[in-house]
């Protein structure tokens, strides 16, 4: 058990099984992206363990950017987004590939779809190191998920509580 502020957490998933999933997706992708150059879209602040460790095991040519997006206040969505950092990056034409660190409620990334959308690419994929599909709110295509876990707060590999736990190398769940 550790203490991140005033919560609790357990262990959910482990380094090595986060390890072992993420080299997995990796080949998946390689394979789906074979011959083509996509552009990875890392949502900060919490997918960017995720995406370190997968992007290195992609052997593709490849390019990376970055945007923030936010919708959690402490350890509940709130049911809004707001953009931070946009995407400055054209993407007309291009294979993206979006990579998050977990889709809950869905509404996050619906809104981050129908902007990319907007921008006309030439294929939107989704890979996600956490899904909870007992949150969905709206419905989202996810090509690529690490792990589906139950509907429940969880820290680690890039999540956090009140900014607290990303440097965590295994995910745990609130006790």
Not at 1 to 20: G, Q, R
């Amino acid at each position: 058990m550790i203490n991140i502020l005033d919560k609790k957490f357990v262990p959910l998933i482990t380094t090595e099984a986060i390890e072992t999933r993420i080299t997995a997706l990796a080949k998946e992708i390689s394979t789906d992206y074979k011959g083509r150059c996509p552009l990875f879209i890392v949502v900060l602040n919490g997918a960017f363990l995720f995406a370190s460790e997968l992007v290195k095991r992609i052997p593709l040519s490849c390019e990376i950017t970055f945007i923030r997006l936010a919708s959690y206040s402490q350890t509940q969505s709130s049911g809004s987004v707001r953009e931070i950092i946009g995407l400055n990056d054209s993407i007309e034409g291009r294979d993206i590939i979006i990579i998050e660190d977990i889709v809950d409620t869905g509404l996050t990334m619906a809104q981050l779809l129908r902007q990319i959308n907007e921008l006309s690419p030439a294929s939107v994929a989704i890979a996600t190191l956490l899904h909870k599909p007992e949150a969905l709110k709206t419905p989202v295509d996810i090509r690529y998920t690490g792990f589906n876990i139950d509907n429940k707060f969880v820290v680690g590999y890039g999540l956090d509580y009140d900014g607290m736990g990303r440097n965590l190398d295994a995910i745990y769940v609130l006790a």
